[in-house]
């Protein structure tokens, strides 16, 4: 028996949901744990804004084309469709990359800025 006062255990899967509270049940804990792994991940942005040498750098076109295509080969792999991943994912690099700009900026206020 799973324990029901804890939300962030799992209750029903996408099959065993039987009403739109199972369902919204589900999505907001896994929500809960997309923003534990999205703050990780921010975590990482304000690394490389620390060791990054130059601001320029921060954009990195190469970089952004090689994590999506990493990303739509496991979205593939896991059943994610690729019309859901490839957007979320750009606009996740997109917004990422404005807040390591800032980072950089905060960290190294003047450093190549053009």
Same mark, same amino acid.
Request: glycine residues 2%; contains cysteine; hydrophobic residues 40%.
């Given at each position: 028996?799973?324990?029901?006062?804890?939300?962030?255990?799992?209750?029903?899967?996408?099959?065993?949901?039987?009403?739109?509270?199972?369902?919204? $049940?589900?999505?907001?804990? #896994?929500?809960?744990?997309?923003?534990?792994? #999205?703050?990780?991940?921010?975590? $990482?942005?304000?690394?490389? =804004?620390?060791?990054?040498?130059?601001?320029?750098?921060?954009?990195?076109?190469?970089?952004?084309?090689?994590?999506?295509?990493?990303?739509?080969?496991? =979205?593939?792999?896991?059943? #994610?469709? =690729?019309?859901? =991943?490839?957007?979320?994912?750009?606009? #996740?690099?997109?917004?990422?990359?404005?807040?390591? $700009?800032?980072? $950089?900026?905060?960290?190294?206020?003047?450093?190549?800025?053009?």
């Amino acid at each position: 028996m799973t324990d029901t006062a804890d939300p962030d255990t799992r209750r029903h899967t996408a099959q065993s949901a039987e009403t739109m509270a199972d369902v919204r $049940f589900e999505i907001d804990r #896994l929500d809960r744990h997309l923003v534990k792994l #999205l703050e990780e991940r921010q975590s $990482f942005m304000d690394a490389a =804004a620390r060791i990054k040498g130059t601001r320029k750098s921060v954009h990195d076109r190469e970089r952004i084309e090689d994590v999506i295509t990493k990303v739509l080969a496991e =979205a593939k792999r896991e059943g #994610l469709s =690729a019309s859901i =991943a490839e957007p979320v994912w750009r606009t #996740l690099i997109d917004r990422c990359i404005a807040y390591e $700009f800032e980072a $950089f900026d905060a960290l190294k206020p003047g450093r190549d800025k053009a």
